[in-house]
């Protein structure tokens, strides 16, 4: 930030601000950069994207892993005006093609590595450009040294498109502006000084590599250490290498670090804390307990309608309150209303999940939401009455703490009853040797729901059916028609590109796999594995009862 009583109204200020600093800005194993060169790197992308077609914004997509050029190219675009669209790499074919030509890039930066993957695909029209051969080395050398842009991107331009994940549909392409981004980074760089070391591992076409680490390491004036991508096995290592005071994560990044042999010297580390999303329980404990690090977990979308902070004290399953001015309830998504506040017992056991889980609703959040680009019916679906909606499921307490209940598409109805998948996972995740656990809707013969629920154990342990019928029935707050009729045990389960468990395969595999399912036909009989007869049987009552298509 330029001072203390001023901070960035843009990106592009916030890297200008940054043009005089020698201190140290960017570190890979091999090279690193001050903050100075860092601009001047950025300054000469910006050239070359003003030096481009007179279609303005220009969309510059990227399909890079976490290298130097991925951030001088967002420091470029900051400054020119242009706008980044983050590529994720995972997506293939014509979905990948689709994303491109959605975001109507202009030119798509990518390297040697992942150029094949654009092979064939129509892009619309879209330059390729790879950016370690020698044509890009020769656009960016012909504008060295080019100076900053005199006149700067307003707070309202567009600067960035991150796409959702899509795992509970296609991914929408989020705008963010020069504006929201640079006070979005503001808020999180509070936390930093110039002298910490952050961490980057974590995908940079997602808002959680850029909004809480690069840009706020950027308003701090602190080093970035960036890996192309995360490696549990050489997380520690690095971190001590480079001497890293921070580090972000999502999904489930903490359980890989976990799963690495432990040794007697994990805390000797210079970690002073994490900040991530979606880890469970147990591995934020165990994260504490054996790094010595305070993780601690927050709730912000891409669209940033509704952020949820963590406080001290908290208990460990809660997301936190949100943000001061922001009015941010828990309703019933049918009728409208406030659901009523959660109600605990012994040990933090949910009482009363069914009248308490409803979907997050940002009051006032509409002034935040910048929406998706070209997609209106997805600006409708979350502007509801004048609400933002967030597409989560949660529950908040008396004292105004929400937590976190699954995604809208986690509802399930059985016998006539509603309820989330976040707080049956919570309870299934007690069993002993389960690693991770996802609760999931798959079609009930006759109407609605059944329950399934697919297991990732720890490395030595075994599925015994006998002990989880004993474990389910020792559940005081098991719900009555939450016990799963179908337990699938899987070697591990699927995953986003950042690491968000992706429940749409499990979803649309139901019953049929090569993993071990077992199955209770019926709530009062004992389960048994699924063989193809039964699988051939479910087929029959599905045909029987007028429902073959939701087996398609």
């Known amino acids: 930030m330029t001072d203390?009583?001023?901070?960035?109204?843009?990106?592009?200020?916030?890297?200008?601000?940054?043009?005089?600093?020698?201190?140290?800005?960017?570190?890979?194993?091999?090279?690193?950069?001050?903050?100075?060169e860092v601009v001047t790197e950025s300054a000469a992308r910006a050239a070359v994207f003003s030096s481009m077609d007179d279609r303005s914004p220009r969309h510059i997509g990227v399909l890079l892993e976490n290298i130097p050029e991925y951030v001088f190219v967002l420091g470029g675009a900051a400054l020119a005006g242009a706008v980044v669209v983050g590529i994720n790499p995972t997506r293939r074919g014509d979905e990948l093609a689709r994303d491109i030509r959605h975001t109507d890039c202009q030119l798509l930066l990518t390297d040697r590595a992942q150029a094949h993957l654009l092979d064939g695909l129509d892009l619309g029209g879209c330059e390729v450009v790879t950016v370690d051969d020698h044509e890009w080395a020769t656009r960016v050398a012909a504008h060295a040294g080019a100076a900053v842009p005199e006149v700067l991107p307003g707070a309202g331009d567009l600067y960035l498109l991150m796409f959702t994940s899509g795992s509970t549909g296609a991914p929408k392409a989020v705008r963010m502006s020069q504006g929201r981004a640079a006070r979005t980074s503001a808020a999180s760089a509070v936390a930093f000084t110039s002298d910490d070391v952050l961490y980057c591992a974590m995908p940079l076409f997602h808002g959680n590599a850029l909004l809480a680490n690069l840009l706020p390491g950027a308003v701090a004036g602190a080093t970035v250490v960036l890996r192309p991508r995360f490696s549990a096995s050489a997380f520690l290592a690095d971190v001590r290498h480079h001497g890293c005071t921070y580090f972000n994560y999502v999904g489930r990044a903490l359980s890989y670090i976990l799963a690495q042999p432990e040794s007697p010297d994990d805390r000797e580390n210079p970690l002073k804390w994490g900040l991530?999303?979606?880890?469970?329980?147990?591995?934020?404990?165990?994260?504490?307990?054996?790094?010595?690090?305070?993780?601690?977990?927050?709730?912000?979308?891409?669209?940033?309608?509704?952020?949820?902070?963590?406080?001290?004290?908290?208990?460990?399953?809660?997301?936190?309150?949100?943000?001061?001015?922001q009015d941010v309830a828990v309703v019933d998504p049918d009728s409208g209303v406030e659901c009523p506040p959660a109600r605990f017992g012994d040990g933090r056991r949910l009482l009363n999940a069914a009248e308490a889980t409803g979907e997050i609703v940002g009051r006032n959040g509409l002034s935040s939401f910048e929406g998706y680009y070209a997609n209106p019916d997805a600006d409708e679906e979350r502007a509801r009455n004048g609400w933002y909606w967030t597409g989560d499921l949660g529950y908040r307490d008396e004292q105004g703490t929400f937590y976190f209940a699954g995604r809208t598409a986690d509802w399930l109805r059985v016998d006539g009853e509603n309820f989330a998948a976040a707080p049956v996972e919570r309870i299934l995740g007690r069993f002993p040797g389960v690693a991770a656990v996802v609760v999931y809707a798959v079609p009930d013969p006759r109407t609605a729901d059944q329950v399934m629920t697919a297991l990732e154990l720890d490395e030595?342990?075994?599925?015994?059916?006998?002990?989880?019928?004993?474990?389910l029935a020792a559940q005081s707050d098991l719900g009555t028609k939450w016990a799963p009729r179908f337990v699938r045990i899987v070697g591990a389960l699927p995953l986003t590109a950042t690491r968000k468990i992706d429940r749409k395969p499990l979803r649309r595999d139901r019953w049929v796999t090569t993993d071990p399912v077992w199955w209770r036909p019926s709530p009062s009989e004992r389960y048994r594995r699924l063989d193809a007869d039964d699988v051939d049987a479910l087929a029959r009552a599905f045909d029987d009862a007028g429902r073959a298509g939701m087996l398609a």
């Open 4 to 36: 203390a009583a001023a901070p960035a109204a843009t990106v592009a200020e916030l890297f200008t601000a940054r043009a005089a600093d020698d201190g140290a800005a960017l570190r890979t194993d091999d090279a690193a950069w001050s903050w100075r």
């Open 460 to 471: 030595r342990a075994t599925f015994d059916p006998v002990a989880f019928e004993s474990f």
């Open 276 to 325: 991530g999303s979606e880890a469970s329980p147990r591995d934020l404990d165990e994260f504490r307990r054996r790094f010595g690090c305070h993780v601690v977990e927050g709730y912000g979308s891409s669209e940033g309608a509704v952020v949820i902070q963590p406080f001290t004290g908290m208990s460990p399953e809660a997301l936190g309150r949100p943000k001061e001015g």
